[in-house]
């Protein structure tokens, strides 16, 4: 999608943190069944991460040289930061009418190599997250060549604030009690992890179709309307990550009992749910079957 020049994205909730190539594992003092919920987006087991040692964090920017939209379109760290004041402004006012209170993730945290977290260290490797402690998302936005590189996505702006949107739908899920449903350490094509990645996904879908007409604080809509090839960029991401092509690449056999995000055409049927029809349609735990 492309940013509108003239929107302001000064508010966004993003930093940057500086390169950290000393990665040390451990740290949040979490228990696994919770590191295994939040097992990031590419579904990477972070369990692993539960112990040892502490890992220093880098020096961090506030993103201050992003103000408007214009930049976004040109920096990929000003761009993340115009989603994350787009995705706040969306979800306060969807949230409110969907019946909840809205609070705001405390930040988008941008970081280089590796980082120290509330749920112990990660590294540009683990993949984007959310961790629900406090209540961050982090990313590396490196993480975007591998996706196009690795994963054979056509890659695209939209496609890089799907990413965002979609751990955005964790915090949504966090404040809702939502997350805790995946907390029970069940994997397959009907688990509740499941369920709770192809929510995320719809909500992700959701801010897709509504994010031309959310506005910052001058009237002034973020992003201009969203285009079919756009689109197809986010679908070509959301198949991208899909357990079974993921699975397929990796060992040449597919396993739907070990699955924790759900298959490549779940994800884009789920987005494209909540694109059609809104986050109202997203309750994944209401659906069985093929329905899901």
């Known amino acids: 999608m492309t940013f509108n020049d003239k929107?302001?994205?000064?508010?966004?909730?993003?930093?940057?943190?500086?390169?950290?190539?000393?990665?040390?594992?451990?740290?949040?003092?979490?228990?696994?069944?919770?590191?295994?919920?939040?097992?990031?987006?590419?579904?990477?087991?972070?369990?692993?991460?539960?112990?040892?040692?502490?890992?220093?964090?880098?020096?961090?920017?506030s993103?201050?040289?992003?103000?408007?939209?214009?930049?976004?379109?040109?920096?990929?760290?000003?761009?993340?930061?115009?989603?994350?004041?787009?995705?706040?402004?969306?979800?306060?006012?969807?949230?409110?009418?969907?019946?909840?209170?809205?609070?705001?993730?405390?930040?988008?945290?941008?970081?280089?190599?590796?980082?120290?977290?509330?749920?112990?260290?990660?590294?540009?490797?683990?993949?984007?997250?959310?961790?629900?402690?406090?209540?961050?998302?982090?990313?590396?936005?490196?993480?975007?060549?591998?996706?196009?590189?690795?994963?054979?996505?056509?890659?695209?702006?939209?496609?890089?604030?799907?990413?965002?949107?979609h751990e955005w739908g964790h915090h949504i899920q966090n404040i809702s009690g939502t997350l805790e449903k995946a907390q029970d350490g069940k994997t397959g094509p009907d688990s509740n992890g499941v369920r709770v990645e192809l929510q995320a996904d719809c909500f992700a879908g959701s801010w897709t179709a509504a994010a031309s007409k959310v506005e910052d604080t001058h009237g002034v809509a973020y992003l201009q309307p969203v285009t079919q090839a756009q689109i197809e960029d986010a679908l070509s991401a959301a198949s991208a990550v899909g357990d079974d092509r993921i699975q397929q690449a990796a060992t040449g056999q597919v396993n739907p009992e070990s699955w924790t995000h759900g298959s490549s055409e779940q994800r884009q049927r789920w987005f494209m749910t909540g694109y059609d029809q809104g986050a109202a349609f997203c309750d994944t735990f209401a659906v069985s079957g093929p329905e899901l």
């Not at 000064?10 to 696994?32: D, I």
């Not at 579904?43 to 040692?53: F, N, R, S, Y």
């Not at 306060?92 to 988008?108: C, H, K």
């Open 63 to 165: 993103l201050d040289q992003c103000l408007t939209g214009a930049d976004a379109n040109e920096n990929i760290d000003c761009r993340m930061k115009g989603a994350a004041a787009s995705l706040d402004e969306y979800w306060a006012i969807e949230y409110t009418d969907l019946g909840g209170d809205y609070v705001s993730p405390q930040n988008l945290q941008l970081f280089s190599g590796a980082t120290q977290t509330s749920c112990g260290s990660a590294s540009s490797a683990t993949g984007p997250f959310y961790c629900p402690p406090d209540e961050t998302i982090y990313l590396d936005t490196s993480f975007y060549d591998e996706l196009r590189g690795r994963y054979g996505s056509s890659g695209g702006p939209l496609a890089e604030m799907y990413v965002v949107a």
């Open 7 to 61: 929107a302001d994205i000064s508010r966004g909730k993003a930093s940057k943190r500086g390169r950290n190539t000393g990665l040390a594992v451990g740290g949040g003092g979490l228990g696994l069944v919770v590191l295994f919920v939040i097992s990031q987006f590419l579904g990477v087991d972070i369990t692993g991460l539960a112990d040892g040692g502490q890992a220093p964090a880098g020096p961090e920017s």
